[in-house]
Each structure stands twice: as C-alpha cells, then as structure tokens.
C-alpha cells in the first residue's frame, strides 16, 4: 500500500494501483478535511474546542474519533469504544512514523519519500497481520501533517 500526493489538497492511498480512498483538504492552509473511501463512506475532519486544542472526526455527524497532542510528544488518537493509539515521530529527523496501541504493539509504519518534482512527501505504509482498515490509514495520513504542522 501507499499514499500519493496528488495535488496541495489531496492524498491518495492505492494498493496494486488501485484507488481505496483518499483525503482531500478544504483548501491548502486549511486543517478541514475529508476522507472519501470506495465504498461512498465520507468522514469529515475539523479542529475543535476553544483554541483548537483537539481534532474531531464524524461521520454523519456522529463523532466517531477525536485526537491532541499529550505531554509526551505523542499525538493521541482515540476511536470510539475507548481504543487508544499513539503516533510518534521515530528517527531524528522523523524518519518514519509509528502508530501504536496501548499496550506498546506496533500497528502501523508510514516511511515518508519525497518526491522532488512535486515537492511533497508520499508514503509507503507497512502494517502488522491484522487487515487495516482504509479509514485508519489516511487518517494517519492526516495525523502526521498535524503532527508535523504542530511540531515545526
């Protein structure tokens, strides 16, 4: 699987060079979002509380992740049913990222690639035995922009 750049606003994730589903920003500077996946599900992005301390996802309304940064450096992304997982930066220059769940077990790993031409970064995403769900990986996606943009 990976995640291409298409444009300023939008990610593809592709395996076998096939569309699974994409991001797509509001507009360039923007922190609104959304995630089309194939099967026509929409999720919508957007910060939230008083000084945009958090970011909220819903689908058809309904709240169904929130995620802020912790004390620890670590970005916290809580799905509904209370599963908790942490994204960290590994590598001094952040290298790659890391997505674990609570209890310490890898489940995702993006490795960013710049593409020069573009001048943009596209991903190549490796995973754990479980089947991952499409959502979760751009969401990820979305995460580590967040993630960069609040770090830089």
């Given at each position: 699987?990976?995640?291409?750049?298409?444009?300023?606003?939008?990610?593809?994730?592709?395996?076998?060079?096939?569309?699974?589903?994409?991001?797509?920003?509001?507009?360039?500077?923007?922190?609104?979002?959304?995630?089309?996946?194939?099967?026509?599900?929409?999720?919508?992005?957007?910060?939230?509380?008083?000084?945009?301390?958090?970011?909220?996802?819903?689908?058809?309304?309904?709240?169904?992740?929130?995620?802020?940064?912790?004390?620890?450096?670590?970005?916290?992304?809580?799905?509904?049913?209370?599963?908790e997982f942490f994204l960290k930066g590994k590598g001094f220059f952040h290298i790659k990222y890391i997505i674990k769940a609570k209890d310490g077990e890898k489940i995702i790993q993006l490795e960013p690639k710049f593409n020069w031409s573009k001048f943009c970064y596209n991903y190549d995403i490796s995973y754990n035995n479980q089947s991952q769900d499409n959502f979760f990986i751009l969401l990820t996606v979305y995460c580590i922009n967040y993630y960069r943009a609040l770090v830089s």
């Open positions: 699987m990976k995640i291409t750049r298409i444009n300023r606003k939008t990610y593809q994730l592709t395996k076998n060079e096939q569309v699974l589903g994409q991001l797509t920003y509001k507009n360039s500077l923007s922190n609104k979002a959304e995630i089309t996946l194939i099967d026509s599900a929409i999720y919508k992005i957007k910060p939230a509380g008083f000084f945009k301390s958090h970011v909220i996802v819903t689908k058809n309304e309904i709240e169904i992740a929130k995620f802020k940064m912790n004390w620890k450096g670590q970005l916290v992304i809580s799905l509904q049913f209370e599963r």
